[in-house]
């Protein structure tokens, strides 16, 4: 089986390299990381991953507006809103922008793993 790649996209440094560690500690997948909107959407042009965590708060781009642009590029792409601060608002207007997840930090690397695999298999 191919090695899905996730593409992470936050613009805290520490911790995309802690959600990589975590994510690629299965070997199931490997991860690209993304520090800012520009670099995500290079990335998805270039890597076509299989799965985006966005964060939903990073400089010069709102997480919903940058899940539009990914959308844009590559409507088949599951995108996944990771975000510091639950908001019923928010939550909504990512799922209207078509969102499939929408999950809180400190994240629960157990859950995320789940609910990863349910949209890799
Ligand atoms: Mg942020």
């Known amino acids: 089986m191919r090695t899905k790649t996730i593409l992470l996209v936050d613009d805290e440094v520490d911790f995309s390299r802690l959600l990589k560690l975590n994510i690629e500690d ?3 997948y490997k991860a690209l990381t993304a ?4 670099t995500a959407l290079a990335l998805v042009e270039q890597h076509h991953p299989d799965l985006v965590l966005l964060d939903m708060m990073m400089p010069g781009m709102t997480g919903i ?7 844009k590029l590559a409507p088949e792409i599951p995108v996944a809103m990771i975000t510091a601060v639950w908001n019923e608002q928010e939550a909504k207007r ?5 969102a499939y997840e929408y999950i809180t930090k400190p994240v629960d690397f157990e859950y995320l793993r789940t609910a990863l695999l349910v949209k890799l298999l």
Not at 35 to 38: F, S, T
Not at 94 to 98: K, L, Q, T
């Open 26 to 28: 299965s070997k199931e």
């Open 35 to 38: 520090n800012d909107w520009q």
């Open 65 to 71: 507006e940058l899940l539009g642009r990914i959308k």
């Open 94 to 98: 990512a799922f209207d922008a078509g």
